[in-house]
């Protein structure tokens, strides 16, 4: 009954690895212990334990049927068991863990020592420490047992080697990491060694486990392979390449997706390639959502193996347009240090050009450093240079809600340029301020036909039943296609008889090929049309 509830038990747990590892462990346990008493006593810390040795630990200060226990898991495949079984024999003997380890070694005879000595090599390395290192502190007969441990290094080579390949993935990780220690090298150079000595079909396996090391460690595996590459790696350092091309074409498809969400999963995912993403991740600095050129720029510079401030303010030197800036700009706002650097950008230290000094302002409204936010762009809504007013005002819209912020924004409707005005028209559409709506649409007769096309869109969110005559009138009589492309979405949002009769006329006159499409789309979604 005691063994039904407890399988029941370890079932319950998880369907995931941790209910596996409680599988194994109950496995071992009735494997070694063979006195039911013992074993009722014993199994049941594999519920709970999370270890396949879990329940080895109690048996350090049993009896007869516990010390016979204890030899035989020092026989268990596992090594984590027949480690656990050393130090609970060490502890019934009064001896240190490392003193009993190496007198099991030294007491096996050499032709059935290769257990022993697989688990002092993973136990020192589990500990991040050489063989000899690790085996230094266990008393007179600690040299002479890491010499028979490094005698059968050859054996130890290929036993951990196979495990690198093992079918259960998270049995080959810490074989990779614990060989790399046992050898003195790094876990890239056992990689690109294995590979070379055995066939291509593993290589898939092998590029995935430099994948896991190169997130151990917060790099890229081409950074990983570009520090260890030798000219005689050219060959193994091909055959990874050849699975991570296989792998970044199955992703380009989502590089260009539609959805923005699948964009940033996919560029997320190209971090891990870095210099052999780079063209990928360059043409990602273009796209049209923020967060994906952020991620870009984040992937750009660790595959450099560069800070970001570093990469980020090449990145504004050589930019000679806002757009090129933007994603260096966009990624520094959110890092720290972000208003020193924003700050230097936008008085001019390091941009080309009055437009990128703009968009440096624009980011001062994402970045949580400096002076509160109205003060800090004070200066800038202040500036002589149009392109940095504007970037001003555009930073109101990333600021929480505020009357000061709101109060800037109306103002900055009355300057003379048209930047300044579409940002601010921009700025109180984001606001959804309908006590606005009447400004917007008297912009609607503004000489230059950004700001009328910026005021019909603010409209889409302030406008009112009564601002839709003069948007039809506007739609009717603006020479300007964009003007009347913002003005058709925006009726096509508002409705209504004189906007259904607009949009019809649009339909079936305007001279603009566009014009006449978002027409008849707006006379769709307001229920007219097919």
């Known amino acids: ?64 049927e516990a010390q016979q226990a204890l030899a035989s898991a020092l026989q268990d495949s596992s090594w984590r068991v027949r480690w656990a079984a050393v130090r609970a024999g060490a502890r019934s003997r009064g001896l240190t863990e490392r003193r009993a380890l190496a007198e099991w070694i030294m007491d096996t005879p050499p032709d059935a020592d290769l257990g022993a000595c697989l688990t002092a090599v993973r136990a020192a390395a589990d500990a991040g420490r050489s063989t000899a290192d690790f085996l230094r502190e266990a008393g007179a007969r600690g040299p002479a047992s890491a010499a028979r441990v490094w005698a059968k290094r050859d054996a130890v080579r290929q036993a951990l080697s196979l495990e690198m390949y093992a079918q259960e993935p998270s049995v080959r990780l810490p074989a990779l990491l614990h060989l790399a220690t046992f050898q003195g090298q790094s876990a ?27 997130e151990r460690q917060r790099a890229s595996v081409g950074r990983l392979l570009l520090n260890e590459a030798k000219p005689a790696d050219e060959a193994a350092i091909n055959r990874l390449f050849a699975v991570y091309s296989r792998e970044l074409d199955a992703l380009r498809p989502d590089l260009s997706a539609g959805d923005a969400q699948r964009r940033r999963t996919a560029v997320a995912a190209l971090r891990r390639y870095g210099p052999l993403a780079k063209r990928e991740l360059e043409g990602a600095l273009g796209d049209a959502d923020g967060r994906v050129r952020e991620l870009a720029a984040r992937g750009l510079a660790e595959s450099a193996g560069k800070p970001l401030r570093d990469i980020a303010l090449q990145g504004v030197k050589d930019a000679e347009s806002a ?42 409204g994402d970045c949580s450093e400096g002076p509160p936010p109205t003060k800090r762009l004070a200066p800038f809504l202040a500036s002589n240079v149009v392109p940095v007013r ?9 600021l929480p809600r505020s009357a000061d912020a709101m109060v800037l924004a109306e103002q900055a409707l009355e300057d003379g340029a048209p930047e300044v005005v579409v940002a601010a028209l921009e700025v109180l559409a984001a606001y959804r301020q309908p006590s606005r709506g009447d400004e917007a649409a008297g912009l609607l007769a503004s000489e230059h036909p950004v700001v009328r096309a910026a005021a019909a869109r603010a409209l889409e969110f302030v406008g009112r039943a009564a601002h839709v005559r003069v948007l039809a009138e506007c739609l009717r009589g603006d020479p300007v296609a964009d003007v009347r492309v913002a003005v058709a979405r925006t009726l096509s949002t508002l409705g209504g008889p004189h906007a259904v009769a607009a949009l019809s006329e649009a339909a079936a006159h305007d001279a603009d090929t566009h014009v006449k499409h978002v027409s008849q789309e707006g006379l769709r979604r307001l229920g007219f049309g097919r």
Not at 189 to 202: I, K, N, Q, Y
């Open 1 to 64: 009954m005691y063994r039904l509830l407890l399988l029941v038990l370890l079932l319950a747990a998880s369907p995931s690895r941790a209910g596996t590892v409680a599988s194994e462990c109950w496995a071992s346990c009735r494997r070694h212990v063979e006195d039911p008493s013992l074993r009722a006593r014993t199994c049941g810390a594999c519920v709970a334990g999370g270890r396949v040795d879990s329940w080895v630990a109690s048996l350090g200060t049993g009896g007869v």
């Open 188 to 214: 890239t150079r056992v990689v690109l060694d294995t590979v070379a000595s055995r066939p291509v079909a593993g290589d898939a396996v092998m590029a995935e486990l430099l994948a896991a090391v190169a």
């Open 323 to 364: 757009e090129s800036a933007r994603p260096w700009l966009g990624a520094m706002a959110r890092e720290k240090g972000c208003f020193a650097f924003l700050r230097d950008v936008a008085e001019g230290r390091h941009a080309r050009t009055p437009e990128v000094q703009g968009e440096a302002v624009a980011f001062l």
């Open 390 to 398: 504007a970037g001003a005002v555009r930073a109101l819209g990333a």
